[in-house]
T-cell receptor, first 110, second 113 residues
């Protein structure tokens, strides 16, 4: 069946460091791919999405490219801030439901 | 802005109690979802609903039931709470079930003693 695998956390970085959170997926067809973020004490919110191969989603300085050949949708940011500390979830659209990764906790130290 | 509200942020219940978790959305969305979130497991779908009075089982429906009597309200019911139902419960809504964004409430952290 369809599935999403994310790198385990927590990921701890210093402010202004480069961020990559890996996400790979298994799916039939070409599902839409999503990154959601959950800030402390808040509900999840959509960070970015891509609906077809080679699409790049971007928002708030974060980017992810839908790579069909490697079945990946890695999240990147060039310079992280303390305010980016949160849990990040990768997800794919499967039969009108979302299949979720386990989440990656990101901790940014000043 | 879409707003999804959940009736409680924190709940403490005893084993065997009947528990009601309420979720309300204000954007006239057709679709509503209940998930539970556990460390290392991500989000797991319990039930979802595509329309009033309609419900579909998700991946882990055992021990839960739902009710959708009005479009804006989707309730999750734990018929007889057990300690393994201690978790964070998240409600979400969306305009379309597939590629559209899901909007989440802040979550209810339930502790069953």
């Amino acid at each position: 069946g369809n599935s999403v695998t994310q790198m385990e956390g927590p990921v701890t970085l210093s402010e202004e460091a480069f961020l990559t959170i890996n996400c790979t997926y298994t799916a039939t067809g070409y599902p839409s791919l999503f990154w959601y973020v959950q800030y402390p004490g808040e509900g999840l919110q959509l960070l970015l999405k891509a609906t077809k191969a080679d699409d790049k989603g971007s928002n708030k300085g974060f980017e992810a490219t839908y790579r069909k050949e490697t079945t990946s949708f890695h999240l990147e940011k060039g310079s992280v801030q303390v305010s980016d500390s949160a849990v990040y979830f990768c997800a794919l659209d499967s039969n009108y439901q979302l299949i979720w990764g386990a989440g990656t906790k990101l901790i940014i130290k000043p | 802005d879409v707003k999804v509200t959940q009736s409680s942020r924190y709940l403490v219940k005893r084993t065997g109690e009947k528990v009601f978790l309420e979720c309300v959305q204000d954007m006239d969305h057709e679709n509503m979802f209940w998930y539970r979130q556990d460390p290392g497991l991500g989000l797991r779908l319990i039930y979802f609903s595509y329309d009033v009075k309609m419900k579909e089982k998700g991946d882990i429906p055992e021990g839960y039931s739902v009710s959708r009597e009005k479009k804006e309200r989707f309730s999750l019911i734990l018929e007889s709470a057990s300690t393994n139902q201690t978790s964070m419960y998240l409600c979400a809504s969306s305009e379309d079930p597939g590629q559209e964004t899901q909007y989440f409430g802040p979550g209810t952290r339930l502790l069953v003693l």
